[in-house]
């Protein structure tokens, strides 16, 4: 007795999840990064200014703010506090926020009264360019590590 | 083709389908367009909500009272400095006066305005000479030390003397402060852009 072992029909269904995983890297690797918003938003907070003149160290934000070209380049500093605050090129009002968008990688250095030691600097990096990058830029954002 | 091959092509098919449904109600949140992004957003840094822009009264060197009040209706690019400046001033001066280059007769509805930090040197007259070398339509502004430091307060500009010599300078603050014609500060525009910004933006202050 002879048996005929017959092709198993999986080869349509291998090539196109095949396909479909090669386009699914392929777009994430090349496509262009479009994102919901590009503001990265801080508050100076209402009692800042008191609580340091009081003594008290107060730490708002960060040092050092790193934005992302395309991604994340825009910084939003909104004053809640109860007196005028100087950032960088300006005095932001109470109530007043202050966007500024950044268009070229480079490391800004700020003066800013709501920080501790009056400076602030903000690290502009360039965007995933097309390529690894841009696909691991996906993937890190994708499993929540950025 | 047998019923095998039908059931392969047919679940292959569902799963085209299904990719290309999961891609549908994936690009509308991708792709979403950002708040910014649906309506045109300056170079500068913007204010929310533009207050009035602090105004003054300084000597000017045009040999008038240099006041906003005197500017209204038209786009006041507003900036500090001094004209023994080596590097900032000049580069501001110059980007300010090919800006109003660039706008050609639209350039007749803004102002540039110069307020001197070291008025020890730059008298009204100094100024005239000196700014007439980037355009002379460019007001200087000048005033006793008490009057400009109560300025440059007012805008959070900083200017600290360095140096004792003859031939001392300031660190002062390079940015340009963008005043619409309704005299609301709307703007500030740090150091280092180019013309082609500014443009831009007196175009959309001039818009509304």
């Known amino acids: ?146 | 083709m047998n019923l095998r091959s039908r059931l392969g092509l047919l679940v292959t098919a569902a799963i085209l389908l299904l990719f290309g449904a999961a891609v549908l109600i994936a690009l509308p949140r991708g792709t979403a367009p950002s708040p910014s992004a649906s309506s045109p957003t300056m170079k500068a840094g913007m204010f929310t909500p533009a207050h009035d822009a602090p105004d003054f009264s300084l000597p000017g060197s045009n040999g008038s009272p240099v006041t906003l009040a005197g500017y209204r209706g038209k786009v006041v690019l507003l900036t500090f400095g001094f004209t023994h400046c080596a590097a900032v001033c000049p580069t501001t001066l110059a980007t300010l006066s090919q800006t109003r280059k660039l706008l050609g007769s639209e350039a007749n509805a803004v102002q540039v305005i110069f307020v001197t930090v070291d008025p020890e040197r730059d008298s009204a007259d100094h100024l005239r000479d000196y700014l007439a070398a980037f355009d002379p339509t460019i007001v200087g502004a000048t005033g006793s030390p008490g009057a400009l430091a109560a300025v440059r307060a007012k805008y959070g500009v900083t200017a600290t003397k360095q140096g004792d010599g003859a031939d001392y300078a300031f660190a002062h603050t390079s940015s340009i402060f963008l005043i619409d014609r309704a005299g609301k500060l709307r703007a500030v525009m740090p150091f280092g852009h180019d013309p082609a910004d500014f443009v831009h933006d007196v175009r959309l202050l001039q818009a509304g």
């Open chain 1, 1 to 146: 007795m002879s048996i005929i072992a017959r092709k198993r029909p999986m080869r349509p269904v291998a090539i196109a999840l095949g396909l479909i995983v090669l386009g699914a890297i392929g777009w994430a690797a090349l496509a262009p990064i479009r994102v919901v918003s590009h503001d990265a938003v801080y508050e100076i907070p209402h009692g800042t200014y008191a609580a340091r003149t009081s003594g008290k160290k107060v730490d708002i934000f960060p040092q050092t703010i790193r934005l992302t070209l395309g991604v994340k380049d825009v910084l939003v500093l909104r004053n809640a506090d109860s007196v005028p605050h100087i950032f960088g090129p300006t005095l932001i009002m109470p109530g007043q926020s202050f966007r500024l968008p950044f268009e070229m990688a480079s490391t800004y250095s700020f003066e800013c009264t709501a920080h501790p030691n009056g400076g602030l600097n903000v690290i502009v990096d360039p965007g995933p360019a097309p390529g690894p990058e841009r696909l691991l830029w996906r993937l890190r954002r994708m499993t929540g590590a950025s």
